[in-house]
């Protein structure tokens, strides 16, 4: 059984999963420590920008951040799938969004890492229930300790689910991806575009003042040596990738090459010790499901924790909850990204086929674009919502 209220919960790692759920943890009430090794400086500096779904923008809500966010999303009003090989294409518009989503008019959204860190980290180091313990390197929290509920948030690599022993599975793709940002001369600034190539989805993201992500997959080897190219050379690269009338007008910062993986911890929590974010899952950025489902793992532990039952409720049973929730969720999408990176990938000639009928049928029903849609934006479970 849990100890009286207020329940203490620490969390490592303040990237955007950890500090996000701090945040919500504290609004409910909790008494919560947030521990990183890195300093606010270095958590705010990383270069990315996120492409955040109608189940992030229901969050970011719920807990009053959406509008203190203001001007810093930047909505996309049409995502503009295309398959290079086939010459193929299919416009997604706030049509054929579904149920609720409707009443909000964008696809998607464009959030910067810095203001979103900025908002986050201001917003705790204020809050009366949040303790702040960055810039050092924290001992790993024992399942003896302290707290109700320890929560590892400390990413990929998360030296807490190794401390915890809990089970990962992960998978290395070939595929590697390279972000960098640009400035477009003469865009369409409100289109999000996803080309699938053959070697792999480079998608461009609109970031506003006609600047935009690059996200570019491709073999590993090749997005190291294009992130070594001068920028005249990776200009050439570029020529012929970017979509029909798009311009490169400048680089906007390094561009930096990263391995990418499929993975997941199959038990998400172990007594009360739990992982949320990319501590217990990863997957192909296609489709910039990444942070989303890391905020829909912080949605669901928030809806767990807000019922008034839950304070009767032990940290193991909260943790058996909280996973068996979001297992299905995770592994769906996992293996929805990774079919369409084996599918798009390639020019296996019946994939081709395979491919130019479910493009040609997207575009000519509303209802496939809905469906595909929905699963993107709220994940492949949304139809149970
Ligand atoms: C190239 C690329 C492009 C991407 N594009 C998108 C996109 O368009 N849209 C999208 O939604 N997602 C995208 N993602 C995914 C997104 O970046 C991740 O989903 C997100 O960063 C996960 O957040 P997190 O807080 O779980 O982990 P992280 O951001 O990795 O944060 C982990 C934190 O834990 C800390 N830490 C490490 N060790 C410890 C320790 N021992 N104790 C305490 N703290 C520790 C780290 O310092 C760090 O601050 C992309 C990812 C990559 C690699």
Redesign the pocket.
């Known amino acids: 059984m849990v100890s009286a209220d207020p329940r203490r919960v620490s969390i490592?790692?303040?990237?955007?999963?950890?500090s996000l759920l701090a945040f919500g943890l504290a609004q409910l009430g909790f008494q919560v420590i947030l521990?990183?090794?890195?300093r606010v400086e270095e958590?705010i500096a990383r270069s990315?920008?996120?492409?955040?779904t109608h189940s992030s923008r229901r969050l970011l809500n719920e807990l009053g951040l959406w509008d203190a966010l203001g001007s810093d999303l930047i909505p996309f009003r049409s995502l503009d799938l295309q398959d290079r090989e086939l010459k193929a294409r299919v416009v997604f518009t706030p049509d054929d969004l579904a149920g609720g989503n409707r009443l909000v008019p964008a696809i998607g959204w464009i959030l910067d890492h810095r203001p979103l860190m900025e908002l986050l980290l201001d917003r705790l180091a204020s809050h009366p229930s949040v303790q702040l313990q960055l810039g050092a390197?924290?001992a790993?929290h024992t399942p003896e300790g302290r707290f109700d509920l320890a929560i590892a948030?400390?990413?990929?690599?998360s030296?807490?689910r190794g401390f915890w022993k809990l089970p990962f599975w992960s998978w290395t793709y070939q595929q590697g991806?390279l972000?960098f940002k640009v400035r477009l001369r003469n865009p369409q600034a409100q289109t999000a575009y996803e080309l699938f190539r053959c070697e792999g989805p480079f998608a461009v993201?609109p970031l506003g003042h006609n600047a935009f992500q690059i996200?570019w997959s491709a073999p590993l080897e090749c997005c190291r040596e294009r992130a070594a190219l001068s920028p005249d050379q990776l200009l050439k690269e570029l020529f012929g990738v970017l979509p029909e009338g798009l311009e490169l007008e400048a680089f906007l910062d390094q561009p930096r090459a990263?391995p990418l993986q499929l993975s997941l911890a199959p038990r998400l929590a172990r007594g009360g010790l739990l992982l949320v974010?990319?501590?217990g899952h990863r997957c192909h950025?296609v489709g910039?499901?990444?942070?989303?489902l890391?905020w829909r793992d912080v949605a669901e532990l928030l809806r767990l924790l807000k019922h008034p039952a839950s304070s009767r409720l032990s940290g193991s049973a909260i943790g058996r909850r909280y996973a068996r929730s979001r297992l299905p969720d995770l592994i769906l999408v996992g293996l929805a990204t990774d079919l369409l990176v084996r599918l798009f990938s390639n020019r296996n000639p019946l994939l081709l086929l395979l491919r130019r009928l479910g493009l040609s049928s997207m575009g000519r029903f509303g209802v496939l674009r809905q469906l595909s849609l929905a699963a993107m934006t709220d994940g492949p479970l949304a139809w149970r919502r």
Do not use: M
Request: hydrophobic share 25%.
């Open positions: 490592a790692g303040a990237g955007p999963t950890g521990q990183d090794p890195q958590l990315r920008a996120y492409a955040l390197a924290p790993p948030c400390d990413g990929p690599g030296p807490h991806c972000t993201l996200v990263f974010g990319e501590s950025p910039g499901q990444g942070l989303n890391c």
